[in-house]
């Protein structure tokens, strides 16, 4: 069947139902930044389109597919010989898929609550009525959602706290709320909280699941077949089970954050409490045994960049291409005793192609690394036993222009400054963030990201709530305080188009600094293992106390790696870690 | 009549009222600053305090007095020999006075509706029945609002907009926010929309009014007959009859600022729609005429602080007090054509006084000069036709710390970070706040304030939304993105208890940087023309760029005074004004 045979088979089905559109829209019922393809199969029986953010609405007389910039050029070519008309997103001359459905008034209107929030499906309902409707049953197959064991990750030797201390945490902030039950439904949380793991997301050790917590017991929505080990105090109850548990306790005051629960569950509850979950914050405060399992962690990952390092010097680069790159990176990785995957999908981004922020080579499209090549980015991290790791370093493979060497430097400088900041107490990364974006800024330079997101323990490489960004983002409270334990990443760069990309991305921990009559104040102590490329800098341009950063760090990454490594290895990671001068 | 007589005086009223205690809050119906003191009279005659942020609560049984640490001390001798009780508000250990009310569940509560907000209203509510009630009338007299003419500040000399261009640019805002009217409170929004002035306010040009606008009319509550002029598009109405107009157009939807407007109006209101005030960015962004006049009345107020300095160099200044210097300086600042009264109420600060923030001195209590004094602090202001100007400079008086040398420099570099900065479009005080602090945060120490403020065009010198602070503070709405056209003060300082105070504090206009491909830079321009003292710098401890960038200023200061000044005065400015250098 072709897509216009199915969009006949989908029409017919929508007028059976009596709505007049139908929304697909892209992600799943826990809000999760990289849902499983189980999750894509729908919109992509209905529309060829492959990429994400995507919004397909589908009327009588209509096929209409909404999708960013980054996918301009690809989207049009997909859609080519069917009826689907591609719109740009978050241009100012296009409509955006909700507006467009409320001016048109295409209602009765049919989509997925599951998938919507709260807020939109109120949106939404402001011109009509809208229907919880999902046509996946029309679908022959769909990419089946994980059934693998989930894993115990609760040995004391990972965690500071048990299930109980954690739950029994949230239950407090649940009466501080006046709440006698509190629903979460983010993977990451519900990972944190019940110290289990899964691999339900590509590089993502979550699990599909809900948590339902009560002042006495509590209960884990999640195939119970899938676990051969008992959670101190949490039942567990089929994945489905949770429409017909929360309808038989709407009544009860429950904190949930509409923020990330979705629409269908949220409108069960009789007595919402809106609120952010407690665990968040419990959760981005890493604990004694966490800090010291992801520094273990983060030294292994150093090892394994240290040995693409030794490959790039020892090895003729030229005729390799990014995904050759990828694949030796992840066989270094491989080595590790304690490597489990990626964290997320590697960046290796030669020229011009790393000035593109979302760029990742694979198997089918990748650049050749050439006698002109001039830079090589490389975006990665891993996930250990017990650890995850995102680290960026750029590696000057050809003959650098002044510019090329005036911005890495700036790069470095930017990295600098944030990593050796100090802060007062109830300091956000909105404020800190100016440490990094100043270096730039006074050079009429900037990047178009946050300078940094929180990083999960095992579990998500962007976690919230901290995180350092100058504006504000609606759904990203990085307004958040940050306190000692949190870890975040630094992760400033340069993106000159048609030309090259330069980030550098370390990970820190927040300490507390001294304290005194003015407050506490903290800093931050780095703890990425992996030199930097310094043959890419201008040390004319940096201050004495730039270099001595540098040089500081160098040696940490020595006193780090050195027990881990001999032979060639040590050799290249003193060479590599040695102390830079002026002149 | 004692005051334990006016208490059995109020205790026989409150009974009648039929209510169990009576709350009696500082403020004006109009959120101000600084209420005239008319609106203090009421706790005056009841209770003995002579300070602010207070709440006096009477019950049948007791007398209670909160405010804040500022008052620790004098309250209580002050309270000597009533049967009043001090209690410090922001103390972990007492109740404040709303959850005191609560606990103690004293209702019915009375209190005036008209100097409460609503939101403290609804939380007061929460525990019984509150109703709107004063005792005012018992008061055998009270100081009398002022009735002088107000004055007409529409001349196009002064103003960049008619009022009838600033009222039809509130009606577009109120269209797009779906209201038919928009009620406004605040002093310096409606002095600002209606291109007039008053002298209602010590310091401050505003008079006592509200404003009601509507979709073809604009009504001001006023008493007419202080008005010898018409404002065109303007209907003056009789203050007091707000209410009655308010309750006949209840129905109409509303735009209101629950934050400014008291309870008493935003309860007349049938269907508000809470926002903030269009006129609040209006009137934060400076127009190229406001700018230029602003410029002149800097220059005119660095005459005056010029021929201070002058001063100190020129007299002996051992013996002389702090309220002297007051007088001294306001004597030069009466001298300026345009000098139409001080901004706020001079600090002249020396020695540890410095290092208490709300220190000002008086008539009544000041500290004399002698050998040991080390430093002055001046932090002063003046309103001219047209501008409104504040500035702090310290001066060094005896023979310095190295201490305080530091120190000094310290302040300096901070004001000199932030002065320099630049940043895209989008950015808020919030973030920019750390350009400042970080210098002193880097030695652990900081300034208890935010790091600078809006300041309005002869109008309030606090003014929002505008400012840096790095803590986002309830009510006050600093997330604002900065634009050009905005004046900020930048005021970092170095507090030492029972030593020394150290703040400097220009002014300063954002204005367009470059725009490229990144988006729009801006950076700021100093409008303040005063020389800083420079004895007190330590160069060693300046880096070559914040050298150049005071030697630039000082250039600034003499372009700026030099056409102003002649004989002595051009020789003294020539001499604090040349070029520094190191060695």
Not at 25 to 37: I, K, M, N, R, Y
Request: proline share 6%.
């Amino acid at each position: 069947m072709d897509y216009e045979q199915r969009l006949i088979q989908l029409r017919k089905a929508m007028k059976e139902a009596g709505i007049r559109a139908y929304l697909i829209l892209t992600g799943d019922p826990h809000h999760s930044e990289e849902p499983a393809p189980y999750y894509a199969a729908e919109r992509r029986y209905f529309c060829p389109f492959t990429g994400d953010n995507a919004y397909v609405l589908i009327t009588e007389e209509e096929a209409l597919l909404w999708s960013d910039g980054r996918f301009a050029v690809s989207a049009p070519q997909e859609l080519k010989g069917t009826s689907y008309r591609f719109i740009e997103l978050y241009r100012p001359e296009n409509l955006d898929p909700y507006t467009y459905l409320k001016k048109h008034h295409l209602y009765p209107l049919g989509t997925d609550f599951s998938i919507l929030s709260p807020e939109d499906l109120s949106e939404l309902e402001k011109a009509g009525e809208v229907r919880d409707i999902s046509f996946a049953s029309l679908l022959p197959s769909r990419p089946a959602l994980s059934n693998d064991p989930l894993w115990d990750f609760s040995n004391p030797q990972y965690q500071d706290l048990t299930v109980q201390e954690k739950i029994e945490r949230v239950r407090q902030k649940m009466r501080e709320a006046g709440a006698g039950a509190h629903l979460l439904t983010s993977l990451d949380d519900i990972a944190y909280l019940t110290n289990v793991r899964g691999n339900d997301i590509a590089d993502t050790p979550v699990f599909y699941a809900y948590l339902y917590i009560d002042l006495t017991g509590a209960f884990l929505f999640a195939n119970p077949s899938r676990l051969s080990f008992s959670i101190p105090g949490v039942t567990v109850e089929p994945y489905d089970h949770i429409v017909s548990f929360l309808k038989e306790r709407s009544a009860v005051p429950t904190l949930v954050d509409p923020k990330e629960c979705n629409a269908k569950l949220y409108r069960l509850l009789a007595n919402p409490i809106p609120g952010a979950a407690p665990s968040k914050l419990m959760k981005a405060i890493k604990g004694p045994k966490e800090v010291e399992n992801i520094k273990m962690a983060q030294a292994e990952d150093g090892v394994a960049l240290l040995k693409f390092i030794a490959y790039l010097e020892e090895h003729p680069i030229e005729g390799k291409n990014e995904w050759d790159l990828v694949q030796i990176l992840h066989s270094f990785r491989a080595e590790g005793k304690h490597f489990l995957g990626e964290s997320f999908t590697t960046i290796a981004a030669v020229g011009p192609n790393a000035a593109m922020m979302h760029y990742a080579p694979s198997e089918e499209k990748h650049t050749t690394i050439d006698a002109q090549t001039l830079q090589l980015l490389l975006d990665s991290g891993g996930q250990y036993l017990a650890g995850t790791t995102d680290t960026t370093r750029t590696f000057l493979l050809g003959k650098p222009t002044e510019e090329f060497i005036h911005d890495y430097t700036l790069t470095m400088k930017s990295l600098i400054a944030l990593s050796s900041s100090v802060f007062l107490e109830g300091s956000t990364g909105v404020t800190i963030d100016m440490m990094a974006r100043e270096v730039m800024w006074k050079e009429h330079l900037d990047y178009k990201c946050g300078t940094g997101h929180g990083i999960g323990y095992l579990n998500v490489v962007h976690e919230g709530p901290n995180g350092f960004r100058y504006r504000l983002v609606k759904g990203k409270n990085e307004g958040c305080v940050f306190a000692p334990g949190m870890i975040t990443s630094i992760e400033p760069g340069v993106y000159k188009a048609n030309k090259y990309g330069i980030r550098l991305e370390n990970n820190i921990l927040c300490i507390p600094d001294i304290s005194n009559d003015e407050g506490n104040f903290y800093r931050f102590e780095t703890i990425t293992y992996v030199p930097f490329e310094t043959k890419a800098l201008d040390l004319s341009l940096l201050t004495d106390q730039e270099i001595a950063w540098l040089n500081d760090y160098h040696k940490l990454v020595y006193e780090k790696l050195a027990p881990l490594v001999d032979g060639r290895l040590l050799k290249i990671l003193k060479e590599k870690t040695k102390i830079i001068t002026r002149q």
